[in-house]
């Protein structure tokens, strides 16, 4: 098998039917694995065609689908106050397959990594001139297995001395990474069928920034892999560690 055998993108713009269907049929046709389609809370709210946007999946006939792919659906929090981050997980708890909390913010950032609930804290470096993350967060994400997102439209689309930072931010976070064995995973970020790039157009890039092909593999399949795991199982959990055994 290939070393790079399956292809995560937890981050995927979740809008509406035509351009969610869309964008999971050009990510089928570049050998992606799984998306998690996110959504806004008022979005999120209001979705009510999941199971027709699975059933098209399933009965497509122009676009060989593989046996593994799989879709979910997420939850992005983008929020000013920590407390709204708690708000809605609790609101979207039963619905939600995952919980991102958009980062850039210092008290997000920090609210995220030290909250069990939250599955994601996308983007820390989000509208900042440094990574978002320090050491103190970092080992808070450890802790709560908490995943950090690095998003490769950043660098897309982005150019000259603001791309050259978020490059720099990029290898500040791989480097607190490599220290204190956080979960980090890559995404496209993609919000149309013109964003979504081939998995090993991404990993060319991120071997370029720096990552070791093992890290990439952590990032695209192992690390995405757990969050999804470990949701399927959120409902029978206690606390980390302990879950109740359904007879």
């Not at 979705?47 to 997420?74: H, T």
């Not at 897309?156 to 979960?183: C, E, G, M, Q, W």
Request: hydrophobic residues 40%; positive net charge.
């Amino acid at each position: 098998m290939d070393f790079y055998d399956l292809f995560y993108d937890l981050n995927i713009k979740g809008n509406h039917f035509q351009s969610d269907l869309a964008i999971i049929k050009e990510a089928i046709r570049l050998n992606w694995n799984h998306l998690t389609l996110r959504y806004s809370p008022e979005k999120f709210k209001d979705l009510n065609y999941k199971k027709e946007l699975i059933e098209n999946i399933e009965n497509m006939e122009e676009i060989a689908i593989p046996k593994d792919f799989s879709i979910g659906f997420g939850l992005e929090i983008n929020v000013k106050k920590s407390n709204d981050i708690r708000n809605n997980i609790n609101k979207f708890k039963k619905d939600a397959d995952l919980f991102s909390v958009l980062g850039g913010n210092p008290k997000i950032n920090r609210m995220a990594c030290e909250s069990l609930q939250v599955d994601i804290l996308s983007r820390p470096y989000f509208r900042r001139y440094d990574s978002g993350i320090n050491q103190v967060l970092a080992k808070e994400a450890l802790k709560n297995n908490v995943a950090i997102e690095l998003c490769i439209k950043d660098i897309l689309t982005t150019y000259l001395s603001h791309r050259a930072k978020v490059i720099a931010n990029f290898r500040d976070i791989i480097k607190l990474y490599r220290k204190f064995k956080f979960p980090l995973i890559i995404s496209s970020g993609a919000s149309s069928i013109f964003d979504i790039r081939h998995p090993r157009d991404i990993i060319a890039i991120f071997k370029e920034i720096g990552l070791k092909e093992e890290e990439i593999q952590d990032c695209f399949n192992s690390y995405p892999r757990n969050i999804i795991d470990f949701n399927k199982e959120r409902e029978n959990i206690i606390v980390v560690g302990a879950k109740v055994i359904k007879k």
